[in-house]
């Protein structure tokens, strides 16, 4: 994932890398049209919302679903779906690539925030909890 420009952004850079992911391109200024500057993602607050998020995946014809998790929880959804994740304490966004060995592999656009580079451990993921993952459970 290329890396964020604003602080602001993460949730713009997820949603782009996401898309990107599962085969449908779009750049970062698109993603922010689609998730709605300024009513849901603005220099002042980041991503207001989760269902800001939901809606902007449901606009591109994917049905997401938002859950507040464990590691365990997180682990097992992230082996299964791609998306988004939220630790809270962290107040970023990044992607869920997947599973690595013991940890959740993220496309983090701020590498190193908060220590997150590409791996969210257990250790980590429970120091920045509680965390929510907005997760891509199929297509409309």
């Not at 097992?76 to 791609?82: A, G, K, M």
Request: include cysteine; glycine fraction near 8%.
């Amino acid at each position: 994932m290329a890396p964020q420009i604003y602080n602001w952004t993460c949730s713009i850079c997820s949603f782009t890398w996401v898309m990107n992911a599962i085969g449908s391109p779009i750049d970062r200024e698109t993603a922010t049209r689609i998730i709605g500057y300024p009513d849901c993602v603005n220099e002042t607050y980041g991503l207001m919302s989760a269902q800001c998020m939901i809606d902007a995946f449901d606009k591109q014809g994917i049905i997401a679903k938002q859950a507040w998790v464990t590691f365990e929880q997180a682990y097992s959804l992230c082996r299964l779906y791609t998306g988004v994740i939220n630790p809270i304490g962290q107040y970023h966004f990044m992607g869920i690539r997947g599973v690595e060995n013991q940890s959740i592999w993220v496309a983090n656009s701020a590498q190193g925030y908060m220590g997150v580079w590409d791996n969210l451990d257990v250790e980590r993921f429970n120091a920045l909890g509680p965390v929510q993952v907005i997760y891509c459970e199929s297509y409309k």
